[in-house]
């Protein structure tokens, strides 16, 4: 309460601003990220990009599909012109085969989004891509972010579900709240809160222990933050 017998919400000692989200290369034991340059990424992530049998792997992204690598590049680097928003190339060992970003970064909130996310299909569904997620929302806590958000078209299932597997708890859809590729789009809203952070932490280094993999690299137990 203040002293006008008002509810308010609990103080908050914390310097502010917090630091934009370090743009410096993160490594795990599966996968890299590193600043996306579309000139150093692009032609491996459009090989990665094109094993995919169609473009339905697009339909929920601002972009694509593309017919030739240039033409990635050009969008790609048009995606780094977006204020507020460090872009990653994410690499497993064989190299460069997915993109993600800080986004919406909101360094006196202090809040910041992952999203433009798109994997080629070699990444998808694998330990390697949910290492890739672990370390961009511990680097983005322990930078002192309160609030990490995660946004997708209510329609796309796989990210909605995608969402609830890393730990995100779904507030609600804002509706009509985007136009892009020429159709309207209710956008889902997920988020962990730093008070979330330590128990989300220990439930991924207990998933991506390699003991809790077998010999043909199958998950032993499956990720759950609702335990």
Not at 90 to 99: E, K, L, M, T, W
Not at 150 to 168: H, T
Request: proline share 8%.
């Amino acid at each position: 309460m203040n002293e006008h017998g008002q509810p308010i919400g609990p103080a908050v000692d914390i310097a502010l601003p917090r630091p934009v989200p370090a743009s410096q290369p993160m490594l795990g034991r599966t996968c890299r990220l590193e600043q996306l340059d579309p000139e150093l990424h692009a032609a491996a992530l459009y090989a990665a990009y094109e094993v995919s049998p169609d473009g339905r792997a697009w339909t929920y992204l601002a972009g694509g599909p593309f017919d030739s690598s240039e033409a990635l590049s050009t969008w790609l680097s048009q995606m780094l012109e977006v204020p507020d928003a460090v872009f990653f190339a994410v690499s497993d060992p064989a190299g460069p085969c997915g993109i993600a970003a800080y986004l919406r970064i909101a360094p006196s909130a202090p809040s910041v989004e992952v999203g433009s996310i798109h994997f080629a299909p070699r990444l998808q569904r694998t330990a390697t891509a949910t290492e890739a997620m672990f370390l961009m929302m511990q680097r983005a806590f322990e930078t002192g972010y309160r609030r990490y958000e995660w946004k997708c078209d209510s329609l796309n299932a796989a990210s909605r579900a995608a969402a609830l597997r890393l730990g995100f708890t779904y507030e609600g859809d804002f509706r009509q709240a985007v136009i892009y590729k020429g159709r309207s789009r209710d956008t889902s809203w997920f988020s962990v809160v730093d008070a979330e952070w330590p128990r989300r932490r220990d439930e991924f280094h207990r998933w991506l222990d390699p003991a809790n993999f077998d010999d043909d690299g199958q998950q032993r137990t499956p990720l759950s933050h609702r335990v």
